[in-house]
């Protein structure tokens, strides 16, 4: 059974840093990818970043460019996301998403397994 478990959200203010974690459990091989998304209240399901386990091939929303950095570690079977230069735009639950593959999509509905939220508040 697949399992991913996100953590590392919190309260920031503007301009400042936070480091979120999402662990994988119950993949057999490298061969999955990780995607990061965010919810705001009332706002539909944005894709914010990915990577590919296996081949380490990224993808960035263009809001995000620039500012946050997706990182990998195979051997703990877990994904980073660095966001640094925090707006408060970027308030949102985010949650961390798997897939079998090598491709890293954006939508959130070609992910199949999903992990817990976790609060990212950004104050002004």
């Known amino acids: 059974e697949v399992q991913l478990q996100a953590s590392g959200g919190g309260l920031v203010q503007a301009g400042g840093s936070l480091r979120l974690s999402c662990t994988a459990s119950g993949f057999t091989t490298d061969d999955y990818a990780v995607g990061w998304f965010r919810q705001a209240p009332g706002e539909g399901r944005e894709g914010v970043s990915s990577?590919?386990?296996?081949?380490?091939?990224?993808y960035y929303a263009d809001s995000v460019k620039g500012r946050f950095t997706i990182s990998k570690d195979n051997v703990k079977n877990t994904v980073y996301l660095q966001m640094n230069s925090l707006e408060a735009k970027d308030t949102a639950v985010y949650l961390c998403?798997?897939?079998?593959?090598?491709?890293?999509?954006?939508?959130?509905?070609?992910?199949?397994?999903w992990g817990q939220g976790t609060q990212v508040t950004v104050s002004s």
């Open positions: 998403a798997a897939r079998r593959g090598r491709a890293t999509p954006s939508s959130w509905y070609m992910y199949d397994f």
């Open positions: 990577i590919s386990m296996a081949a380490g091939t990224k």
